[in-house]
T-cell receptor, first 112, second 114 residues
């Protein structure tokens, strides 16, 4: 059972554009939602995280939007750069520090 | 961010042998570490949760006798793949949780069993 569904599987965006990745979860016990960036052959790196009591969180060019009633959250990458080309994973857990359930991942390619 | 180091970064072993992978939190103490497995172009699948000084908790379908986990100190957890076979070839990644409950990942270990 896939508890966190992520879309799209891949995304191509022009430099300077906005990359948008969506995730939906099923388990209402989840209350911590991080996003990770992974480059080929490397481990995931924490980008930004949000809790359900906040509808939006912004850190630099990265913004998480959270819709608790719809059980959905999304990552927006503003002013996308070629260096942002990577695979992005959303994740969820019952609390920060607990085991993470990952979405399927989105491969983002930013064209110069 | 906190640093988690995994060693080795890659390893090739013969079928039937065992391989040990180390995961260290370099600048913080981690009471909990997690081990994941990732196949090419796929997501991370949790294998087990490792707590310092206690037995690891394995996810359903993960053979605990094949994937031995030891968490001997607050900065070190090891995963030993015993009697490795080609189907065990994968990318193994650990993560460690800080006192602020943030999870940081190691750089991963590429295991190839020939």
């Amino acid at each position: 059972q896939q508890q966190v569904k992520q879309s799209p599987q891949s995304l191509i965006v022009q430099k300077g554009g906005i990359s948008i990745i969506n995730c939906a979860y099923e388990n209402t016990a989840f209350d911590y939602f991080p996003w990770y960036q992974q480059f080929p052959g490397k481990g995931p790196a924490l980008l930004i995280a949000i809790r359900p009591d906040v509808s939006e969180k912004k850190e630099g060019r990265f913004t998480i939007s959270f819709n608790k009633s719809a059980k959905q959250f999304s990552l927006h990458i503003m002013d996308s750069q070629p260096g942002d080309s990577a695979t992005y994973f959303c994740a969820a857990s019952r609390a920060a520090g607990n085991k993470l359930t990952f979405g399927g991942g989105t491969r983002v390619l930013v064209k110069p | 961010g906190a640093v988690v180091s995994q060693h080795p970064s890659w390893v090739i072993c013969k079928s039937g042998t065992s391989v040990k992978i180390e995961c260290r939190s370099l600048d913080f103490q981690a009471t909990t570490m997690f081990w994941y497995r990732q196949f090419p172009k796929q997501s991370l699948m949790l294998m087990a949760t490792s707590n310092e000084g206690s037995k690891a908790t394995y996810e359903q379908g993960v053979e605990k006798d094949k994937f031995l986990i030891n968490h001997a100190s607050l900065t070190l957890s090891t995963l030993t793949v015993t009697s490795a076979h080609p189907e065990d070839s994968s990318f193994y990644i650990c993560s460690a949780t800080t006192r602020l409950f943030l999870a940081f990942f190691g750089q991963g270990t590429r295991l190839t069993v020939v």
